[in-house]
């Protein structure tokens, strides 16, 4: 019994690290851009891959990759949301129209960076094994890649926390969250910091990619299903609000491993329900105003 | 005012609808079997999109569960097409959709913008990992066989619930009914100011064009003759009508009609040998339509029109 509870709750801990991480990008892109991007499970898949290729052809660690995956895809969501978003959001004539244009324009980088993968890595399941010998933690026994998995997303998470409150651009990024006229009155550069969102966004899922490479097998079309947990949690937590998606990562990802002990089959009708009943009772989420 | 009354105003387009109708019902006696086929296709996606453009065009509500009003037909023609005559079990399909899309109707009523979008995907997907869970734990199987019909009777089916949804959708344009829903589309809160039934309208809207798509996935499934959640309830079935319109535009009623055609025979063409390259050239096309043709297709034509006149 007491082997089952730490199972459950270091697995908990585990999926939830990643869904925060994965969660938060999703979150920053929509909170201050207002861009709800579909394709932010591309980013991950695109991290993922490009581990897997880094470290079967070159031997270079999942570890390492990290830090080169990191610039690139914050590069990468930098200059999408230049070439796209930037542009779209001059036209439109509401931010509500902007949403919902945005959201659609994001399906379209969806399929594009989707098929782009399958032609380069095609359709198969790819996998690699990385320190995949067993650590027991008081009886209950993990592969050491998910515990590190784990320590990099709370790391990666806490640090993301640490730059948003303390530093100045944190604060221009949460003031531009809030009210985008009044921060821009007040000196921040708005289109900056909106194009810096994104990027982060982009570099957050790349992460989750490269440690979520690490624990399962990937195949180019995975990145769906990341995109539905990213914005089921961020539903959970307050669209917008970055406190309510690491929470809501955690608590998605105990809800789902104890559904998961009890019938695996049901996980994902647990999330969606959950994910139905949040909108209906409270669509702001646990974080929202 | 809208491209509906000026049709109404021309009989020569009137009467080439018309001809064009009567092409469509004589078809199958002079062209091949495949073509026939191609047809059921391409009005698959027709209905769905025009059905789809018939709630979220005039109301600007864009709904991603059409995968669910689709797939839903398709099971009822799998669970009953067996005991019931085809007429019947199609007019079932459509009509537990309807049920279905009025329910969610009524559930969703609060919720607006993004939550709306977001909310009709839910529960789609929610529908489809039920229905796989509900198989394989108590019918024990993955998927279902349907009873088999042929591609003649499919294509009749088709154009009948094609026409019937371009009637419905033409005299909604043209009614009260249709501005009321405009209304809602331009501002919600003073539609309703004006003694609107907003809730009532959006819902029954709604109910109506998921009665399409449910009858469209009853015949369908018959064509497929196996179906399981992963094809009925595919995800791109939520997204092609979304995409199709706003390629072809919404702002006029052939908008969506041009753009399931054109994209789903341009699917046709390149599916088979680059199915990669053709999912790459439909990204691609939504965010160049997106991002220079808000109008789609319509508006570009519109445009050219204009200038034409001009010159």
């Known amino acids: 019994m007491f082997v089952t509870v730490l199972d459950v709750i270091i697995g908990g801990l585990i999926s939830g690290g990643i869904y925060a991480l994965i969660a938060v990008g999703l979150s920053l892109q929509y909170g201050v851009g207002r861009v709800l991007n579909v394709s932010h499970g591309e980013f991950i898949m695109i991290g993922a891959f490009a581990t897997w290729s880094l470290y079967t052809v070159f031997g270079i660690s999942p570890l390492i990759s990290l830090v080169i995956c990191g610039p690139i895809f914050f590069i990468l969501g930098f200059v999408i949301n230049r070439a796209i978003f930037e542009y779209l959001r001059s036209k439109s004539e509401s931010i509500d129209a902007f949403a919902a244009s945005s959201l659609l324009a994001s399906f379209g980088l969806l399929f594009i960076i989707q098929n782009v993968a399958l032609i380069i890595w095609k359709a198969d399941l790819r996998g690699y094994s990385y320190l995949d010998s067993s650590v027991s933690i008081l009886g209950a026994v993990f592969t050491a890649n998910r515990l590190i998995a784990l320590l990099f997303a709370v790391v990666i998470s806490l640090s993301f926390y640490i730059f948003l409150t303390r530093t100045r651009l944190g604060k221009a990024i949460r003031a531009a969250a809030e009210d985008p006229v009044t921060a821009q009155v007040m000196g921040v550069n708005i289109h900056r910091v909106l194009a810096i969102c994104f990027g982060l966004g982009a570099l957050m899922a790349g992460l989750a990619g490269v440690l979520i490479s690490m624990m399962y097998e990937m195949r180019p079309t995975m990145g769906l299903e990341y995109t539905i947990i990213a914005i089921i949690v961020v539903v959970l937590g307050g ?12 608590i998605l990802g105990f809800i789902g491993t104890i559904v998961t002990y009890i019938d695996p089959g049901l996980s994902l009708i647990a999330y969606y329900v959950i994910f139905i009943l949040m909108l209906l009772v409270k669509p702001t989420g646990i974080f929202g105003k | 005012m809208d491209s509906a009354r000026v049709i109404y105003k021309r009989p020569f387009s009137l009467g080439m609808l018309f001809l064009f109708l009567i092409l469509l019902a004589t078809m ?33 509500y864009i709904s991603l569960a059409s995968a669910a009003f689709f797939g839903v037909g398709a099971y009822v023609s799998a669970v009953i097409g067996q005991v019931l005559s085809l007429p019947l079990f199609i007019a079932t399909g459509g009509l537990v959709s309807f049920i279905l899309a009025l329910f969610i109707g009524l559930l969703t009523l609060r919720l607006k913008g993004i939550y709306f979008i977001i909310f009709t995907f839910g529960v789609s997907e929610l529908i489809r990992h039920f229905i796989l869970w509900w198989e394989a734990k108590f019918a024990g199987t993955v998927g279902r066989w349907v009873v088999a019909v042929d591609h003649t009777t499919v294509y009749y089916v088709m154009l009948i619930i094609f026409i019937l949804a371009l009637l419905t959708a033409y005299h909604i344009r043209r009614s009260k009914f249709g501005l009321a829903l405009r209304s809602i589309g331009e501002h919600e809160e003073a539609a309703a100011h004006i003694g609107i039934s907003v809730t009532i309208l959006k819902t029954i809207t709604f109910a109506i064009s998921a009665f399409f798509m449910g009858a469209t996935g009853a015949i369908m499934a018959t064509r497929w003759t196996y179906i399981d959640p992963g094809i009925a ?22 908008g969506p009609i041009l753009g399931a055609t054109i994209l789903t025979l341009l699917e046709e063409v390149l599916i088979t040998e680059f199915p990669y390259y053709y999912m790459l050239l439909f990204g691609i096309i939504l965010i160049a339509v997106i991002l220079f043709l808000p109008n789609g297709l319509v508006g570009l034509i519109e445009k050219l029109g204009k200038r034409g006149n001009k010159g």
Do not use: E
């Open chain 1, 239 to 250: 669209l917008g609000s970055i406190t309510g998606s690491l929470v809501g990562g955690f």
């Open chain 2, 28 to 60: 199958p006696l002079y062209v091949q079997p495949y073509f026939i086929i191609l047809l059921n296709t391409v009005f698959m996606y027709i209905i769905i999109t025009l059905s789809w453009a018939i709630f979220s065009g005039p109301t600007r």
């Open chain 2, 233 to 254: 309830f595919n995800p791109l079935f939520s997204f092609m009508p979304v995409l199709m319109a706003i390629f072809g535009g919404i702002g006029q009623l052939y």
